[in-house]
């Protein structure tokens, strides 16, 4: 089995930072594009960010410029750092991966639980 775990969310002021961090562990074989989405209360979850196994990286236009997302393909984690935080960025962020496991011969969609970040005007 394959497990996602995110952590880092929190309560933030208007301006500030925070960095998520989602790490992958389980029955992996390879890991290709992993990302972050959020779902805000009464919205459809939708793409922040996104990279792929080699490095590119495509965003939302909403957080082009203050967000970054990196990942370590060593630890099998991948992380979000989100600056210049707005109330609208509120929501709960859910990492994603696609990974083939040691049992399969094809990749599959994972997610993680989900962590809630709150921007406080």
């Known amino acids: 089995q394959v497990q996602l775990v995110e952590s880092g969310g929190g309560l933030v002021q208007a301006g500030g930072s925070l960095r998520l961090s989602c790490a992958a562990s389980?029955?992996?074989?390879?890991?290709?594009?992993m990302g972050w989405y959020r779902q805000a209360p009464g919205k459809q979850r939708e793409l922040v960010a996104a990279?792929?196994?080699?490095?590119?990286?495509n965003y939302a236009d909403s957080v082009k410029g203050r967000f970054t997302i990196s990942r370590d393909n060593a630890k099998n984690t991948v992380y979000l750092q989100m600056n210049s935080l707005k109330p609208e960025d509120t929501a709960v962020y859910y990492c994603?991966?696609?990974?083939?496991?040691?049992?399969?011969?094809?990749?599959?969609?994972?997610w993680g639980q989900g962590t809630q970040v709150t921007v406080s005007s």
């Open positions: 389980g029955s992996i074989f390879s890991i290709n594009a």
């Open positions: 994603a991966a696609r990974i083939t496991t040691t049992s399969s011969d094809y990749e599959d969609n994972y």
């Open positions: 990279i792929t196994g080699r490095g590119s990286t």
